[in-house]
């Protein structure tokens, strides 16, 4: 079946809305299961569920010490943000999370505060008050608990390198391990996830690039020399970092997708997917990064390179063309 078969469309629509029609066309028919939890952000912090489907543009950070995620709303000024390089210098630590906001001046959330103990591993965290106890006695008893670790966050952060440091160095291994007719495969493997995983925060990700990160993470993704699984985890890092926020909209080049979209006829599942992701990423709520992509003189082509996943025995890609399709619209 040809791609055009897939999309009886008015020939007066625009480019854009036949692939979007044709992409919706097809994935309503084979998308099951239940829709992720759309996260509803506040001008305060807010703990991410691993199923919350975060809208573009949040403030996101993470809590080293515990590994949640949490976010709010991208407040324009927030004197957390950083975007020079004589910033850098004034990053805040991420290895501790703020109490939570008093309900009233003296009062802490300390229903917030059990949940976020919930959330670490029983292995790695105090015995919590039971629920059974008087009111008065659980907040005491929890009190003593987080007066106990703040103290000791306090004590392993003063000990912290400096993030920048951190980056600099991750940049460096990235560089060094992905070189040309020698890669180190397995410091790949494991910076990478890694480096994925930090670029969920927006002052990261902000500060990975100004310290030249990217176009090292472009390469490896481009390196057809290296492994399928390690340019698959190149391309999440880059899906990961674009959809932060609008800031970020400018480094969607006419390269980023031409070696995101030559990826999608990769034999390589994982590499599939993952670029899939990113090119979705890149599309969510930025126009110019969608005129490169309708662009015919794109090398090669958006919506061609869109024809042979049609037809994918892969079953998370046509959810993944649905998506792909709703970031178009937007």
Known sequence: MSFSQLRPVAPQLSPRARVCVALLGLGLCLLTGTAAREF??????????????????????????????????????????????????????????????????GQMDFDMMHRMYERIPEAERPPLPGPGLPREQFEKELRALWEERQSAIREAAANLADV?????????????????????????????????????????????????????????????????????????????????????????????????????????????RAALYAVSSCLRGNPLAQSLFLDPDLDPPGPASLHPLLASPHPPVPARLVQLAADLST
């Open 164 to 272: 920048p440091d951190i980056l600099g160095s991750m940049i460096s291994n990235l560089a060094s391990s992905a070189s040309p007719g020698a890669p180190d495969l397995p410091s790949l493997a494991s910076l990478l996830p890694e480096l994925d995983y930090l670029l969920s925060d927006l002052d990261i990700a902000r500060d990975f690039r100004v310290l030249g990160g990217w176009p090292v993470l472009l390469g490896i993704l481009g390196d057809e020399g290296l492994p399928a699984d390690a340019r698959a985890a190149a391309a999440r890092c880059v899906g990961t970092a674009v959809k932060n926020a609008p800031e970020f909209h400018d480094w969607v080049s006419p390269s980023l997708l031409s070696s995101l979209l030559s990826a999608l006829s990769s034999p390589s599942p994982a590499l599939l």
């Open 40 to 105: 509803v952000a506040t001008d305060e912090w807010q703990v991410l569920d691993p199923e919350d489907s975060i809208p573009a543009g949040l403030h996101v950070r993470l809590d080293m010490e515990t590994g949640l995620r949490l976010a709010k709303l991208n407040v324009p000024g927030d004197p957390d943000l950083i975007t020079s390089q004589s910033d850098l210098s004034s990053m805040r630590a991420l290895a501790t999370t703020p109490p939570p906001p008093p309900r009233e001046p």
